[in-house]
């Protein structure tokens, strides 16, 4: 960015400014970036791995001897988080009547 007192100014001296860019490798897949070769995205977040969510309700191993059926699947699920614009609202009107 460059600040100038005129257009002209900041013109010429944008015409100065070099950037100097250092090529990183990219990682555009969630489990890619957890492999142990896999380059540090920032360094306050170790091994990539942000944390841990746990829920509890039961015990997992005991439900697992019981069951009948034991179904895996691995779901990939893209990095978006689509939000509506629209919000859930809803509006009172009057309940007279109108006449014209």
Avoid: W
Avoid at 4 to 9: K, L
Avoid at 23 to 46: G, K, M, R
Avoid at 47 to 63: L, P, S, T
Wanted: glycine share 4%; proline share 7%.
């Amino acid at each position: 960015m460059v600040v100038a007192q005129t257009r002209e100014i900041a013109a010429d001296a944008a015409e100065l400014v070099t950037v100097a860019y250092e090529e990183l490798p990219p990682v555009v897949d969630a489990e890619a970036a957890l492999a142990d070769t896999a380059p540090q995205l920032h360094d306050n977040v170790p091994g990539n791995h942000i944390g841990v969510f746990r829920m509890k309700g039961g015990n997992y191993e005991d439900a697992l001897k019981q069951a009948d059926r034991v179904v895996s699947i691995r779901l990939v699920n893209q990095r978006l988080i689509p939000s509506p614009l629209e919000p859930r609202a809803c509006a009172r009107t009057s309940t007279r009547s109108m006449s014209v």
